[in-house]
């Protein structure tokens, strides 16, 4: 399969938004649409490709905020929002989303479909797993693709780094045993896509993060 990954930076705080294409069925998946709703769509349609599906590593709002907006400038289509499970709470309460606490309006999110621990499911011709990594907040997650050998792990690792614990359900230990449990055991050469900052490879983090 021949696929691209294209990165742009979003919203207030400087979040990574990913649009994933299979190039060979024109079929794109959104990671974390957080705001740019119309740049995002506006790009999706340059390309000419069908979105198929929209991801979400966690629920804040700089991750989350865009995606009602995003959906509704593809009428016709219904794109489903996977997340896991618990993250039901945090996307849809503003008290935990965040959405107020930048000066905007407090708003709700929603997924479609709410995915258990190690899920796996297919879209756009991509075999994705969902791996569980709570800490930054309660029902926080990843998506490992193991046949491109990427894995996007919004805001549970970053480069030489990790996510945030102070929010609400939050745990650094909690992060850091998920992150040894389901991330450091998939193979040196896989390529993480984080929430912030920049990319960077299980081996490496395996190697140089402080907090591992």
Do not use: W
Request: glycine share 12%; net charge negative; proline share 6%.
């Amino acid at each position: 399969m021949k696929y691209s990954i294209d990165h742009y930076i979003v919203g207030p705080v400087g979040t990574n938004c990913y649009i994933l294409a299979n190039e060979d069925t024109g079929e794109a998946v959104v990671v974390d649409p957080g705001a740019a709703a119309g740049p995002l769509h506006d790009k999706i349609e340059e390309d000419g490709y069908t979105p198929t599906a929209i991801l979400l590593t966690h629920g804040h709002f700089d991750h989350a905020g865009a995606v009602s907006e995003l959906k509704s400038l593809f009428p016709g289509t219904d794109i489903p929002v996977y997340t896991y499970k618990g993250e039901r709470q945090t996307l849809e309460d503003p008290r935990y989303n965040l959405s107020g606490d930048m000066g905007g309006m407090s708003e709700r999110y929603e997924a479609t479909d709410y995915l258990d621990d190690d899920a796996e499911f297919t879209v756009a011709g991509f075999r994705i797993k969902l791996l569980f990594t709570p800490g930054h907040t309660p029902g926080g997650c990843c998506f490992y693709l193991e046949d491109q050998k990427i894995c996007f792990t919004g805001d549970t690792l970053f480069c030489g780094s990790v996510g945030r614990t102070d929010f609400y359900g939050g745990s650094m230990s909690q992060l850091v045993r998920g992150i040894k449990e389901k991330l450091m055991t998939l193979p040196d050469d896989t390529v993480c896509y984080p929430g912030h900052d920049s990319l960077t490879t299980i081996g490496d983090e395996r190697v140089n993060n402080p907090f591992l």
